[in-house]
């Protein structure tokens, strides 16, 4: 009985026909992941809060909250108007308390705020929730900042009077960025006062939840 032939490993290999391993190159293009924003290390509000009874604090707050839930590296402080004496029973987060008609509060705030090394400051304005004419006392606290701050603008009137008018031009000119909600607004603050587009930027208004019911 013959034996089967064994071919040796070295003649197996040799039998095998390279050009049927040849592999197609293919090029690959990588699609680069975009870097998440940093966010400054300390950050002021400064506007209404809540418990406060007031659509600017309930604005401050649930912003503050928002910025806390995507950064949580970042520390938030938060900087409330009072419009009583006693003021209010705020959370752990407001650290300086302005009283609304004492201008004086306004300067020390601003003191407070570049001895805390903050690195951006938030200004919700709205008028009459900061005391003067027309709300003139934040400029006392706006004027006397070393750091950047962005002012999200809440109303901007088409029609102002003298003292409205001056109270928001300054503003315009002091902020490094204007937020407004609308089209119509940014429309206003380049028509009106003369606001350079490319200082605005206009981030829609967000609103709770809700279910409404027919009367």
């Known amino acids: 009985m013959a034996l ?3 071919i040796p490993l070295v003649e197996t290999v040799a039998l095998i026909e390279m050009q049927s391993l ?9 699609t680069p992941v975009p870097a998440r924003p940093a966010l400054p290390t300390r950050i002021a509000v400064v506007g209404n809060y809540l418990p406060r009874h007031c659509g600017i604090a309930t604005f401050t707050t649930d912003l503050c909250d928002a910025l806390h839930a995507e950064y949580g590296a970042t ?3 938060a900087l409330p108007v009072n419009d009583t004496e ?3 029973d705020y959370p752990i987060r407001v650290r300086f308390e302005l009283s609304e008609n004492n201008l004086a509060s306004y300067r020390q705030a601003a003191d407070f705020l570049n001895f805390s090394n903050v690195d951006l400051v938030c200004l919700q304005h709205e008028y009459g929730i900061f ?21 999200t603008l809440h109303t901007v009137l ?16 002091l902020s490094d960025r204007l937020i407004v909600m609308s089209q119509q607004s940014a429309d206003i603050l380049q028509e009106v006062f ?14 709770h939840g809700a279910f409404f019911a027919d009367a």
């Open 4 to 6: 089967p032939k064994i």
């Open 22 to 30: 040849e592999l197609e190159e293919k090029p690959v293009t990588l």
């Open 75 to 77: 520390e938030l402080l």
């Open 86 to 88: 006693e003021g209010y």
């Open 131 to 151: 005391g003067g004419r027309a709300g003139a006392h934040i400029l006392e606290l706006l004027r006397h900042l070393h750091m950047p701050f962005v002012t």
């Open 158 to 173: 088409r029609d102002p009077n003298p003292d409205e008018r001056a109270v928001m031009e300054e503003i315009a000119t």
């Open 194 to 207: 003369h606001v350079p587009s490319d200082k605005i930027d206009l981030i829609p208004h967000g609103i």
